[in-house]
């Protein structure tokens, strides 16, 4: 399988069969080089209701004919803005034509302030917040959306032989590199990408000293560039 960095936490996964992309956030975003007009894809993943991870994800779904695959509250805001999708909810797996995807638990929010011109008060909410574990090609990636640390985390690694795990490592508004370290300690992935950083000023991190602490854990770490792909 192939994948692709697009920057913050989207990225772009060819399976043998189908096309997946995920939480993409592009228009608006000050390091994305792909534009939404770019994405050939035939399903979209989005972790949560935030617009970081939202972003494009209607453009994308509507230009590609892709199903939307997210939480009921997100699969439904965005059903209303005429794109297939498909709702789930935490703790629940579907075996897809590429591979199987299951809803894990994040410690985040989801919402967005209603338009101006609604005269509403007040913050829409759209359903909790997710990772995403998703097998396909015999291989199994951990997608962590935006989460705190969490034991959730120990579960998964116990019950799932994770290749590759990509987890935010921004701080302010998620885990930082630290919380991270340990939540692939956690996991114990073959491979574990930084994401979620450096795209806002409240975000910027070094990925290149993740990867090291990773390392004085035993742990393979690599944070690929913006527009790199990395095969597994
Ligand atoms: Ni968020
Ligand atoms: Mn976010």
């Not at 909790?128 to 574990?133: E, F, I, K, P, S």
Request: proline letters at 6%; one cysteine or more; charged letters at 20%.
């Amino acid at each position: 399988m192939n994948l692709t960095y697009l920057s913050h936490s989207c990225f772009l996964f060819e399976t043998s069969s189908h096309t997946l992309i995920i939480d993409p956030f592009l228009t608006d975003n000050p390091l994305a080089q792909a534009k939404p007009a770019d994405i050939r894809c035939d399903f979209v993943l989005v972790t949560h209701g935030h617009f970081d991870h939202v972003g494009d994800a209607v453009e994308i779904a509507r230009r590609n004919d892709a199903t939307v695959i997210s939480s009921y509250e997100v699969a439904d805001w965005l059903a209303r803005e005429g794109v297939k999708t498909h709702p789930m909810g935490l703790g629940g797996g579907f075996a897809f034509p590429f591979g199987r995807v299951k809803l894990t638990i994040a410690f985040h929010s989801a919402g967005y302030p209603p338009a101006k011109e609604d005269k509403q008060s007040g913050f829409i909410y759209v359903g909790a917040a997710a990772g995403m574990l998703i097998q396909a090609d015999g291989k199994t990636l951990y997608h962590a959306g935006d989460t705190a640390l969490t034991l959730e985390m120990q579960l998964l690694g116990k019950r799932n032989k994770i290749d590759l795990a990509m987890l935010p490592i921004g701080d302010n508004f998620t885990m930082g590199p630290d919380d991270a370290v340990t939540a692939a300690e956690f996991l114990k992935p073959a491979l574990t990408l930084p994401m979620h950083y450096n795209t806002f000023g409240y975000i910027k991190q070094d990925p290149a000293a993740f990867v090291s602490a990773l390392a004085t854990k035993g742990l393979k770490g690599r944070a690929p560039a913006i527009g790199e792909t990395i095969t597994i």
